[in-house]
C-alpha cells in the first residue's frame, strides 16, 4: 500500500472545511514499526546463531543458518521469531527432552537484548516527527529472514 495522501479535506452543510492528516499518520506509525521489528528481528537472530555455533559440533555447521527465522507479517505487523519446523536441535535444545538439557537460547537471547530491543524501538519511533526522516526508513515488503550470514 503507498503512502495516502498528505491531507484529506471534509466540508460540512454549514461550509466549514476540515483538513485530516490522520491516515498518513496512522499509515508513518504502521510502517515504522515493522522496520523496527525487522531490525529488532536481524539483531536477535545474530546473537542466537553466536550462541548456537558454541554448542558442540555446531561451529562451522551450516544448519543454524537455516533452522532460525524471523518473520515481519504485514497485515498482522507483529514479529516471529524462532526455530524452522522440523529441526531436530532447535526445539530440543529450546526446551529440552529426555536426553538433551534445555538451553532456552531463544528466551535468553531475547532477555539479554531487552535494552537493544529497546533503542531500536525508540529510534524508529522518534522518527515519526520527521517525515522525510520516515521515509527513508519504510521499506514495504513483507520479510522472512532465512538469509545466510556468515558473521
Known amino acids: 500500500m503507498p503512502m495516502p495522501k498528505s491531507v484529506t479535506k471534509y466540508s460540512n452543510k454549514n461550509g466549514v472545511t476540515f483538513t485530516s492528516g490522520v491516515d498518513r499518520a496512522n499509515y508513518t506509525i504502521q510502517e515504522l514499526s ?9 539483531v536477535i537472530r545474530k546473537k542466537m546463531i553466536a550462541k548456537l555455533k558454541l554448542l558442540p559440533g555446531m561451529k562451522k555447521n551450516k544448519r543454524i543458518y537455516s533452522s532460525t ?8 505487523t507483529d514479529l516471529q ?10 526445539v530440543l535444545q529450546e526446551l529440552g527432552g529426555n536426553n538433551q538439557p534445555k538451553r532456552s537460547i531463544l528466551r535468553d537471547t531475547v532477555f539479554e537484548s531487552i535494552d537493544d530491543i529497546q ?12 517525515e ?8 514495504e515488503a513483507e520479510e522472512v529472514g532465512n538469509e545466510n550470514m556468515d558473521t
Open 132 to 139: 522525510v526522516k520516515a521515509q527513508a526508513l519504510i521499506d
Open 81 to 90: 521469531l524462532g526455530f524452522k519446523h522440523n529441526t531436530w536441535y532447535g
Open 69 to 76: 527465522q524471523y518473520w515481519v507479517r504485514k497485515k498482522e
Open 34 to 42: 515493522r522496520a523496527a521489528l525487522k531490525d529488532v528481528a536481524k
Open 119 to 130: 533503542k531500536i524501538e525508540a529510534q524508529y519511533l522518534s522518527a515519526i516527527e520527521d
